[in-house]
């Protein structure tokens, strides 16, 4: 299966602290994805990184990827507690569908 | 825009009764996703339409489940008989691709609980 693996399962911080969620998957890529989900409602598109790029910023979010590698990891920097929620990485192989991992719960304690 | 518009939000059923999901994607979209998630295999793709064509559906589980899309409009997804293991949430996303790239950002509706008893 080409589905990725998020790593930690579950990140607990305090607000202003950085968050690091990695994410690994196991065939080559077209692009990963970042996507983020709030108890309740749909997932919501972050950033999309292309298989070519290495490093992408999008306001406090920060994306690496490392196709030697297969993994990838996403910052957020001077977290906040409106950024609890679970984040999904998302992986594009060329023609084939999206597939997502299982998820980071990321927990910010004001 | 609106975004992507599921109906409805939330669905309690009886095992054995027929089970209709529905999805208005972002105008001008020209691919249609359905997405089953669950605590235990997380999100799953059920299907995807490609200007209004199902492309993949391996991930409908079994002949139980079907998807139509009878314009770009407009997507159902039905469950018949439901079976209380199909009780998840259902997301439905769309996206705009270019060159068949149908996978580019998707944008999620809300969802729709489902609850088969």
Redesign the interface.
Known sequence: SQQGEEDPQALSIQEGENATMNCSYKTSINNLQWYRQNSGRGLVHLILIRSNEREKHSGRLRVTLDTSKKSSSLLITASRAADTASYFCAQRASGSRLTFGEGTQLTVNP | DAG?IQSPRHEVTEMGQEVTLRCKPISGHNSL?W?RQTMMR??E?LI?FNNNVPI?DS?MPEDRFSAKMPNASFSTLKIQPSEPRDSAVY?C?SSFGQG?AT?????????TQLSVL
């Open positions: 992507v996703f997405y997380g999100l793709l995807y993949d991930g997301f996303a068949g996978n580019e950002k998707l944008f999620f509706g809300s969802g």
